[in-house]
């Protein structure tokens, strides 16, 4: 029975990642300072990361998975356990800057980028603090996160869109093109990656097709059994406004992936999923105003 750490535990991608080992048979750890609901199955260690004394002096643990987002997160942690075999970082795609050639490569330069800031150029730190200490460490970059749990309002907004069927304000003409993974195969991956050490170390995940945000729409109003009504806005508005992402098009090259994962969920299963987790857990998404925007401004 491996012995894993997950930091965090109570919010989408860690929580998940608990729970997936967890039903794994893995003796589960995760680390959080217990405001939240914990998942059954796990065992708690209550601390806050950033004041972690000699909490994890006496543990050892087969893998740490860890979601820090700076470079003391890491460091922090290094310092505090007492031992481990392997270590997992989910970093993020906001590494890389915008403005280099797509799809990115994990060779790309790594920079700030304007639409992520301090995220992106925090989990840079973060990456090179582990690098530095744990040079056989292994670091995930993933796109678009999506599925059961995830409590941002991304998918659910439209959803809440297909559920009162309202018309879809949809930024130009559509076709900006996103890149999704859902959280189940990033847990597969990873237990991919603690079976069988794959060579490479630093891995851009994802699904290998991106989709555009109109088709993507489509899709997450088939959940319900419908099909939605777009008004297309070509006005200069800051579409984060009235919609769940950025004007951003970006494009994650995954051969390393595919060549030790290849078989990703499908859009449309893993939307299915998110939709039938959204119905029974509403209240723990976090909602941002576009409603109130969209009827305040375009109706």
Not at 54 to 81: G, Q
Not at 263 to 280: F, N
Request: aromatic share 16%.
């Amino acid at each position: 029975m491996k012995k894993v750490l997950v930091t965090g535990g109570t919010v989408f991608v860690s929580r998940y990642i608990a729970e997936f080992f967890s039903s794994k048979g893995c003796e589960v750890y995760v680390l959080n300072r217990n405001t939240r609901e914990q998942s059954q199955g796990v065992n708690l260690i209550q601390a806050d990361r950033h004041h972690l004394g000699e909490t994890l002096r006496d543990f050892y643990f087969d893998i740490i998975i860890d979601t820090a987002y700076s470079a003391d997160d890491v460091n922090m942690l290094l310092d505090a356990v007492g031992g481990y075999k392997d270590y997992i970082l989910i970093s993020s795609s906001a590494v890389y800057p915008e403005y280099s050639p797509q799809p990115f490569r994990e060779d790309t330069v790594l920079g700030a980028n304007k639409y992520w800031g301090k995220y992106g150029t925090d989990k840079i730190e973060a990456e090179n603090a582990l690098l530095k200490r744990v040079p056989d460490a292994y670091i995930l970059r993933p796109p678009y996160l999506y599925g059961p749990i995830n409590n941002v309002y991304r998918e659910a907004f439209v959803f809440d869109c297909a559920k009162t069927d309202r018309k879809f304000y949809l930024p130009q003409n559509g076709d900006m093109k996103l890149q999704f993974f859902h959280i189940r195969d990033l847990c597969k991956l990873i237990e991919v990656i603690i079976n069988n050490k794959p060579v490479e170390h630093i891995l851009n995940v994802g699904n290998p097709e991106s989709i555009s945000i109109r088709d993507w729409v489509v899709k997450c109003y088939a959940c319900y059994g419908k099909t939605p009504e777009f008004i297309y806005v070509y006005d200069d508005v800051e579409q984060r406004n009235y919609f769940s992402f950025y004007n951003y098009e970006y494009q994650l090259d995954v051969e390393r992936q595919k060549k030790i994962y290849s078989e990703t969920i499908s859009l449309d299963t893993g939307l299915k999923e998110a939709a039938e987790w959204y119905d029974e857990h509403e209240a723990e998404v976090n909602k941002k105003p576009y409603f109130q925007y969209i009827d305040l401004n375009f109706s």
